[in-house]
Every structure is written in C-alpha cells, then in structure tokens.
Nanobody, 126 residues
Framework: QVQLVESGGGSVQAGGSLRLSCTGSGNGYRPYCMAWFRQGAGKAREGVGGVDIDGVATVADSVKGRFTISQDNARKTLYLQMNSLKPEDTAMYYC????????????????????WGQGTQVTVSS
C-alpha cells in the first residue's frame, strides 16, 4: 500500500519561509508525477506546483517567484520551498502522486492523481 506523508508545515510570520516535504513509501512506490495542492478555509482546492512525468516543474502564477518545487534524485520525494510567505498562503497543503494506475494530466488538473497525503497545515500571520 502506497502512502504519502507531508511534513514541514507550521506557523510563520509574513515574509518568512517554510520547506515542505512529501515522502512516499510502500510496495511499488515509483511515482510518475507529483504535485502540491492547497486548500484554505472556505476556499476551493488549488494547485501550487507539480513535477510532470518528464521531471519538469511548474508552479502556479499565484506563487511564482516565491515558491520552488523540486524532487530528490530518485524522484520519490517532493519538496516545496516557500519564501516570502503571505497570509493568503495559509492553507492545508497536500501532496499528490500518480503511482501505477492514474494519469499525469497537465498541471493543475488534479483528478488524475491516485494517491494523496493527509496534509500539513501552513499558517502565515500578518
């Protein structure tokens, strides 16, 4: 059974930084693509950034220039470096992956991911 576990969330002041990690495990864990999504209170889920099947990273316009997404060399752990955080970045951040059956659609489409983590909370105070 594949599991994704996010870590690195927390509370910071505006302008601060956090680095999120998404670690996968389980039999057959070889993700084709991975991504970060977030959902703030009362808001719809939105894509933050993803790494596609070719290893190309993309981030949403709303975080471009502040957030960087990357993977380890084995392409099994996903990172999200968040700098210059703003209160509007406050949300639960989720990691998603396509492992085995699933479809790597173009970011930020999310319905192809077949594994999701439980999320890590990021709170940015002004």
């Amino acid at each position: 059974q594949v599991q994704l576990v996010e870590s690195g969330g927390g509370s910071v002041q505006a302008g601060g930084s956090l680095r999120l990690s998404c670690t996968g495990s389980g039999n057959g864990y070889r993700p084709y693509c991975m991504a970060w999504f977030r959902q703030g209170a009362g808001k719809a889920r939105e894509g933050v950034g993803g790494v596609d099947i070719d290893g190309v990273a993309t981030v949403a316009d709303s975080v471009k220039g502040r957030f960087t997404i990357s993977q380890d060399n084995a392409r099994k752990t996903l990172y999200l470096q968040m700098n210059s955080l703003k209160p509007e970045d406050t949300a639960m951040y989720y990691c998603a992956a396509v492992v085995g059956r699933g479809t790597c659609y173009i970011f930020p489409r999310s319905d192809g991911y077949n594994y999701w983590g439980q999320g890590t909370q990021v709170t940015v105070s002004s």
